[in-house]
């Protein structure tokens, strides 16, 4: 049964653990078709910049327009993961998003934690980060910070490009500390199409830029919420990420954050 108890272990200690080839074939079809139809007609929640070299196409919420990636998040393997990960009997969909790096583009992703960024309290929180190209280091992949979902810390939120849209300040969140200057334990894997990470929404990650020429780096993430998450409806939050639905402190029940799980 997946997770291994081992994986649970991992997740519980570090924030992030890597899970080899748990998405099956006919699933990476599904969304790898999904991903060329989002690019070729972007959803509404589209951020995309191309920086000298290369292409960065991203978006949000894409379950809400595509059935590929609506069947994936709501009849796929994942929500069974999430569901033993969080030891909860119910599981929330919160959203999806893609982050495609195509060959060349150096940008990188700055460190950051997830929640923050999120109209979302509770401590069940998590994603799944699978890529459908091979992934390493040249080519993007992910590092988090080990145990940092443990630190009960709230990162402000800051553009992830040059010229992307500001934040407000969240109530209680603090600058981002310099990790690249050294003294965490960091993780990072390389990975295969079938492969997913699974992560904390608090545990700090970041991703180097595609500096590969020739391969793509197709990644997608989705996130769930276990039993006692609520909505929140203060400053700091990504506003595409609101639901109009909800008032603050809400259960998220919603056609927005449907019930996935069982």
């Known amino acids: 049964m997946r997770p291994t108890a081992h994986e649970q272990a991992e997740f519980e200690r570090d924030g992030a653990v890597l899970m080899k080839g748990v998405v099956p074939a006919a699933w990476l079809a599904v969304l ?4 060329e139809r989002d690019i070729a007609d972007p959803g509404p929640y589209f951020v995309g910049y191309r920086p000298g070299v290369g292409r960065f196409h991203g978006n949000q919420r894409v379950w809400e327009n595509d059935e590929g990636f609506r069947a994936f998040c709501c009849e796929g393997p994942l929500r069974a993961f999430a569901a033993r ?68 810390r709230w990162f402000q939120p800051e553009p992830f490009a040059e010229g992307g849209a500001s934040y407000e300040q969240g109530e209680g969140y603090e600058p981002m500390p310099d990790i690249d200057a050294g003294g965490y334990r960091l993780l990072s894997w390389d990975m295969e199409p079938g492969d997913a990470l699974a992560f904390h929404a608090l545990t700090v990650h970041g991703a180097g830029g595609n500096l590969t020429t020739d391969v793509r780096r197709r990644g997608y993430a989705v996130r769930y919420c276990g039993e006692g998450c609520t909505y929140f409806a203060g400053p700091g939050p990504n506003l595409d990420l609101r639901n109009p639905a909800l008032d603050d402190g809400d259960a998220l029940d919603s056609a927005q954050y449907p019930v996935v799980w069982p």
Do not use: C
């Open 32 to 35: 790898a078709d999904a991903i």
């Open 85 to 152: 990960f969080l030891a909860t009997r119910r599981l929330n969909l919160f959203y999806d998003q893609l982050f495609i790096k195509e060959p060349g583009t150096k940008q990188p992703t700055r460190w950051h934690n997830d929640q923050p960024y999120w109209p979302v309290r509770g401590w069940p929180v998590m994603s799944f980060w699978l890529p459908l190209d091979p992934v390493t280091r040249e080519s993007g992949a992910l590092a988090f910070v080990a145990g940092s979902h443990r630190w009960g």
